[in-house]
């Protein structure tokens, strides 16, 4: 891991967001700190268990970040987690899609291996299966109270809801913001769009404008309320935005030059700025793991209502970079270094048993395919990763990519492009171009992290290698490309019909 120091100033942050809550402005000041360096924990020892803020959010892209040269916003609170953290920039999503990518999440699985794939919609009669073990359910094995608030995409029908999967408090939507029938692109005749309490939806088609604000404030509530009980906490908050269409309350809209979807990313970053300043005011800033990141890669054929990838090919609903390399902040004080920049490469599945070592939990009986990777996010010195590699699955189980460290391998398959093509703007999208058509290229990211030169050639043996891994990948997952089917996969959460 090479560093990049980022010095803190005392005051710099001086003032959070303001939350809308029941059209409330709250203010959440932050106190001055003293610019001194955190006292890092010796390598070989592992810290006491923490409490955790997970912020997950929908369709950021790689380069809507200050750090990654966002134009128009900026992003200051993600700034402070890099300065009092580690950013990385190599860490990607399982698949470049809403669902697929959750259940990667919390059940540390690729998602084909526990059949989720792509998007759920308010359709769908499957969900995460009972025997699954999510993170949530990790944490309450330690004695944890768990809270999911905003979006959860992992099956609508009460079997499949958050309740049911390990928390103890749900307060969001069952699948994505666009997914119901006055949206002006939605593809079906859905049903509205519920706002869920628990089991109960307590409201049909709520006012988006909220979103951002009432689940960083029921986040912020959670939080308070265990620092109370001196409980320890999961708070995992998943953003809807900023999927499209996109909202914000009205003290964040017009704040941006670069339009609404600047205003929306300024809204999310405030809220983490106050998930901070809570943390810090309760005392639990060195007791508590913070980890921002997103689902995906930008919906970019909604050109000014989407982020971008910054350098990288492509966007969500592709495996190229621009579609599963996503931003990643993690920070915890006291344990890990502050300013650090880290180019370690490492994936959501890892996440799960990650945790689990830090919380001294058992895994899941069953197989999962995600490796604790805890030295490579503190920076142990000579640290590597588990894994012999990553793959990248997308639609119904097609294996399009295979990683090992430098070098990425796509095999043959069609996607979708919008390069060339111009974006959407107010909300319409623009065109993809499909049916585009990528053979065996190899890539080698070190030096070409936009992936356009192919060096296949010039490397058969790296080639070889990882066709190697993806026979073995396509033995125990399947691939629907090369029509084999995998013996290590377990069937969704299913119900004969949907509840009404």
């Known amino acids: ?116 794939h792509g998007a759920l919609g308010p359709d769908a009669q499957h969900g995460i299966h009972d025997d699954e073990v999510t993170l949530a359910e990790l944490c309450r094995s330690k004695g944890y109270a768990t809270a999911i608030f905003g979006k959860w995409h992992l099956g609508h029908l009460e079997p499949f809801l958050p309740t049911h999967h390990g928390f103890d408090e749900y307060l969001g939507i069952p699948y994505s913001n666009d997914m119901w029938p006055r949206h002006p692109v939605s593809p079906k005749a859905w049903p509205p769009l519920p706002l869920i309490e628990g089991t109960e939806p307590i409201e049909f088609m709520p006012d988006q404008r909220t979103f951002t604000g009432t689940f960083t404030a029921r986040t912020i509530d959670f939080i308070r309320r265990n620092a109370e009980a001196e409980r320890p906490f999961f708070a995992y908050l998943a953003h809807p935005m900023p999927h499209v269409p996109l909202f914000t309350s009205p003290e964040f809209r017009g704040r941006t030059e670069q339009g609404r979807y600047g205003d929306v990313i300024e809204e999310i970053d405030a809220g983490v700025g106050a998930i901070l300043d809570t943390l810090e005011a309760l005392g639990l800033d060195d007791e508590t793991l913070v980890i921002f990141t997103s689902d995906n890669g930008p919906w970019l054929s909604y050109g000014s209502h989407a982020g971008t990838t910054g350098p990288l090919r492509e966007g969500k609903g592709t495996t190229w970079e621009g579609g599963v390399r996503v931003p990643c902040f993690i920070r915890w004080r006291g344990v890990l270094p502050d300013g650090v920049v880290s180019d370690q490469h490492f994936m959501t599945i890892d996440i799960l048993p990650t945790l689990a070592r830090l919380l001294d939990a058992e895994l899941p009986g069953h197989a999962i395919d995600g490796k604790d990777v805890w030295p490579l996010i503190l920076g142990e010195p000579g640290a590597t990763s588990p894994h012999d590699g990553y793959a990248y699955w997308y639609h119904q189980s097609n294996l399009e990519a295979v990683r090992s460290g430098r070098w990425k391998l796509h095999l043959p398959h069609g996607y979708r492009s919008m390069e060339g093509r111009a974006g959407g703007s107010s909300g319409v999208p623009g065109f993809y171009r499909y049916g585009v058509m990528t053979g065996l290229e190899l890539y080698d990211l070190q030096t070409d992290v936009g992936e356009r030169h192919d060096v296949a050639a010039q490397h058969p043996e790296v080639v070889e290698r990882l066709l190697e891994l993806a026979d073995r990948w396509r033995a125990e997952l399947g691939d629907t490309l090369t029509e084999v089917t995998g013996s290590g996969v377990r069937e969704p959460g299913r119900v004969d019909e949907p509840a009404r």
Request: net charge neutral; hydrophobic share 45%; aromatic share 6%.
């Open 1 to 116: 891991m090479t560093g990049m120091p980022v010095h803190r100033r005392a005051g710099a942050h001086s003032r959070a967001m303001a939350i809308v809550l029941a059209g409330t402005l709250a203010a959440i000041p932050r106190p001055a700190t003293a610019a001194v360096a955190a006292t890092v924990v010796p390598a070989c020892a592992d810290p006491p268990a923490p409490n955790i803020v997970l912020i997950f959010v929908d369709d950021m892209g790689y380069g809507d970040t200050t750090a990654t040269g966002a134009l128009g916003f900026s992003t200051p609170h993600l700034e402070r987690m890099a300065a009092e953290g580690v950013r990385f920039t190599d860490f990607s999503v399982a698949q470049p899609v809403c669902s697929a990518s959750r259940a990667a999440l919390l059940t540390g699985c690729y998602p084909n291996r526990i059949g989720i």
